[in-house]
């Protein structure tokens, strides 16, 4: 059971089609590749296998996801509570520094924006999840225990 937005699995539900409409292509990438002649030294025809693998392997992963995929509203929670779409503020309890996390369900991989994406399986996702505005909270990196101080609820 994975926790997501409904955008979250809009987006793994568009990255299946996506994935789905490329079988077609593949395996004419292999028919051509498989023309060429002796498939032991085809360096096409290997590739073009590996490339199947791999979206077949991307299928069932997003299938798996959607299959066990629970869409969380957040229309019935506390404004102060944090849960999974938020995005808040936190401030660094031992350096003042803060920076915007959201809490996704699938992180999307975008680095362009101007906050962290963390996942509930995360540390710092485990530590968000259900904190209210002004909580400190304890998050176990790598690196040693930090403590964080819910500064705003911003979305």
Excluded: W
Excluded at 34 to 53: C, M, V
Excluded at 109 to 114: P, R, S
Excluded at 143 to 155: C, K, Q
């Amino acid at each position: 059971m994975q926790y997501m937005t409904a955008d979250d699995k809009k987006r793994l539900e568009e990255q299946l089609a996506d994935c789905i409409s490329k079988r077609r292509e593949l395996s004419d990438r292999i028919g051509r590749a498989r023309e060429l002649g002796d498939l032991r030294e085809n360096a096409e025809y290997h590739t073009s296998k590996e490339d199947q693998g791999l979206n077949e392997a991307r299928i069932r992963e997003l299938e798996q996801k959607i299959a066990g995929a629970v869409v969380t509203s957040t229309e019935h929670l506390p404004e102060d509570t944090v849960f999974i779409g938020a995005t808040v503020k936190l401030r660094d309890v031992e350096s003042e520094d803060e920076e915007l996390y959201r809490l996704v369900g699938e992180a999307t991989g975008n680095y362009d924006v101007e906050y962290i994406e963390v996942t509930p399986n995360s540390p710092m996702g485990e530590a968000l999840m259900k904190a209210r505005l002004g909580e400190v909270i304890r998050v176990d990196l790598r690196r040693g225990e930090r403590r964080f101080e819910i500064v705003a609820i911003i979305s």
